[in-house]
């Protein structure tokens, strides 16, 4: 590396082209506030149809170094919920009905469209859901994870190319110095994944958002790339929002998790909270359809019956009520309130702290047997990081 690539490289240095002193991820966490706060966030689509309540009241925080879990359903509000504090949603339809999103302290909710522009790729980065689409088939690999160095620090094409190749070693693609040069359908999808991730981590982001990045993938390369991004983030200090369907894709790798229904948290807490503890029915239902989980092999898997509402036509209580093996009548006419324990773990039902009704439903397997919470992620650890800088096939 050329000592003027080192220079640029060092840690939220202020002197590096591109950095100013008035960077939000140089600023310090405000006394009593968290890295990021969502807060009772609510994103609803104006449609012909009707009003789709996407995201209802979601609130979570994160600190830095932290790793939270965001697991729901297909249409649960999950990745508009990002795309949100990314600034990324287009308003109309869209449109912000109540609640804030503060990044060390500000408001992201009022901040113009060249202030997002700042941070989006500098101090929040994404790694979307659909790598192909999100990479450009016309141009180089190394051109495209170049680029934010050059739009956010100012690198000259030359640094910012070199640079590109230490980023593609770093995430094990093998020879980059000539993979730099190839264009995005010659690489796998395992490939394209890692690239999206050296991208993503290119200006050395305080968050890394990472929308089902495995999920077009084979379960060996999910693991590799679960793998990777908990190296990364040890190497360099980041937090991640890790957004899936599979809960036990987060079980190797969530500090806490929420869960999503219906464009609503139902469930909250610590990853051992989430597997060992679990309140909500909803999270028991997923507990149940995880493969890895059954202790005794003749016990089949539970998959919850039914689907998720329409987010036009919401049921007047419970969202979950239709598809809920445990729902009385309230439950079909009451909204539950937020029930929070004195750790912050929280749920939306009507019976979180009814101690027998969780005691007589919570799945016997997160009780008893922690051994069976593995999913993906730590079936292929070993593997995956062998070859988490060995590159793959
Ligand atoms: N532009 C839009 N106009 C209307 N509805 C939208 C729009 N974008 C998203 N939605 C709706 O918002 C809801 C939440 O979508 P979202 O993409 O967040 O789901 P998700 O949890 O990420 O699902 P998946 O796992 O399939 O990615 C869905 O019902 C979706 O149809
Ligand atoms: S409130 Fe009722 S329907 Fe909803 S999750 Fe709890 S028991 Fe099930
Ligand atoms: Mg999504």
């Known amino acids: 590396m050329s000592e003027e690539v080192k220079n640029l490289n060092k840690e939220k240095d202020v002197k590096a082209p591109g950095i100013q002193a008035n960077d939000l991820k140089l600023k310090p966490i405000p006394e009593g506030s968290h890295l990021l706060e969502v807060d009772d966030l609510k994103m609803y689509f104006h449609t012909r149809d009707g009003i789709v309540r996407a995201v209802d009241g979601v609130s979570y925080t994160l600190d830095p170094g932290e ?7 297909s249409g649960s ?6 795309m949100t504090i990314m600034g990324l949603i287009q308003m109309p ?39 192909m689409s999100s990479l450009n088939p016309v ?20 640094q910012a190319m070199e640079r590109a190749i230490e980023l593609l070693d770093m995430v094990g693609i093998p020879n980059p110095d000539q993979r730099v040069k190839d264009y995005p359908h010659q690489f796998s999808g395992g490939m394209r994944q890692r690239v999206m991730i050296a991208m993503a981590l290119s200006c050395d982001p305080d968050i890394l958002i990472a929308d089902e990045p495995t999920t ?23 937090a ?17 998790i929420m869960i999503m229904y219906a464009g609503r948290p139902v469930e909250f807490g610590t990853a051992d909270q989430i597997f060992y503890e679990p309140i909500h029915p909803y999270t028991w239902g997923l ?11 003749k016990k089949p898997l539970t998959p919850i019956k039914g689907n998720p509402p329409s987010l036009i036509d919401l049921p007047a209580g419970c969202p979950f009520a239709p598809r809920c093996p445990y729902a009385k009548q309230i439950c079909f006419d009451k909204k539950p309130e937020k029930y929070t324990d004195e750790t912050g773990h929280y749920s939306f039902c009507h019976f979180a702290d009814d101690k027998d009704f969780i005691r007589a ?10 051994n069976i919470l593995r999913g993906p992620a730590s079936a292929g650890s070993q593997s995956a990081s062998k070859t988490a800088t060995g590159g793959e096939q």
């Open 67 to 73: 790793t939270l879990g965001v697991v729901g359903e």
């Open 77 to 82: 509000g999950k990745s508009v919920t990002v």
């Open 93 to 131: 339809p869209g449109k912000i009905e109540g609640g804030d999103v503060r990044y060390r302290g500000q408001s992201l909710l009022k901040m113009s469209s060249k202030e997002m522009e700042a941070i989006r790729g500098n101090d929040i980065a994404m790694v979307f859901q659909d790598p």
């Open 139 to 158: 141009y180089r690999i190394g051109k495209q994870v170049g680029e934010s160095l050059r739009i956010h620090r100012g690198y000259t094409k030359k």
């Open 216 to 238: 077009a993938l084979d379960v060996t390369i999910q693991a590799q790339i679960i793998e990777l991004m908990k190296e990364m983030q040890k190497r360099n200090g980041n």
């Open 240 to 256: 991640i929002i890790m957004i899936t369907h599979d809960l036990g894709v987060v079980a190797d790798m969530a500090d806490k």
């Open 287 to 297: 507990h149940n359809s995880i493969p890895e989980q059954t202790i005794d092999e």
């Open 361 to 370: 439903h919570q799945p016997e397997t997160s009780r008893t047997n922690p």
